[in-house]
């Protein structure tokens, strides 16, 4: 089945460190997004990439970084820039018939 | 500026009735609308969406309603079942060339049997 796969589920960071979270999809979707979540809130835009090797800064890019190195992969990694890294991530593409998401990371500092 | 809100964040039913969701939204360029629903820890589902051309669409046990006129956008759950107690988001499709989605904070609906 076509989808897209999120990894971890849950994910814990000590203060000061990166981590990074892993989205694949097998979709042939060009778009990939990631958006952050935070409790009773909507979705915030975070990093898009609209192609292969090419990615733009969403709403609330500072402390996030990203790569496309690959269709299927659209990694984003949180580093120690950002000073409140705990909410649900999660990782959607667009393409043939509209969007696609899938089911998040839950990132907590600890 | 840009804001996708909603007037109700929490609405409680009784298992049965008829339940709307409603939405505003601010930017009347927006041309594609989705209303999806989360359940707690997932991602968000699709549920129905609306081109700007269209003011009503159905799909099953569900009706999506856009009023242009006052950026007003419903989504309408008939006979609603307790499988139906989730987050609602309202969401505006934005963009010129790239296609990027703005969510309202969401509508939590509670459903009783």
């Known amino acids: 089945d076509g989808g897209i796969t999120q990894s971890p589920k849950y994910l814990f960071r000590k203060e000061g460190q990166n981590v990074t979270l892993s989205c694949e999809q097998n979709l042939n979707h060009d778009a990939m997004y990631w958006y952050r979540q935070d409790p009773g809130q909507g979705l915030r835009l975070i990093y898009y990439?609209?192609?292969?090797?090419?990615?733009q800064k969403g709403d609330i890019a500072e402390g996030y970084s990203v790569s496309r190195e690959k269709k299927e992969s659209f990694p984003l990694t949180v580093t120690s820039a950002q000073k409140n890294p705990t909410a649900f991530y999660l990782c959607?593409?667009?393409?043939?018939?509209?969007?696609?998401f899938g089911s998040g990371t839950r990132l907590t500092v600890v | 500026g840009e804001s996708v809100g909603l007037h109700l964040p929490t609405l409680s039913v009784q298992e049965g009735d008829n339940s709307i969701i409603n939405c505003a939204y601010s930017n009347s360029a927006s041309d594609y609308f989705i209303w999806y629903k989360q359940e707690s820890g997932k991602g968000p589902q699709f549920i129905i969406d609306?081109?700007?051309?269209?003011d009503k669409r159905q799909g099953q046990r569900v009706t999506v309603l856009l009023n242009k006129t006052v950026k007003h956008l419903s989504l309408q759950i008939a006979a609603t079942q307790p499988g139906d107690s989730a987050v609602y988001f309202c969401a505006e499709n934005r963009g010129t060339g790239f296609q990027k989605l703005v969510f309202g904070t969401g509508t939590r609906l509670l459903v009783s049997p």
């Open positions: 609306i081109r700007s051309n269209m």
């Open positions: 990439s609209q192609i292969v090797n090419d990615f």
């Open positions: 959607a593409s667009f393409g043939g018939y509209g969007y696609t």
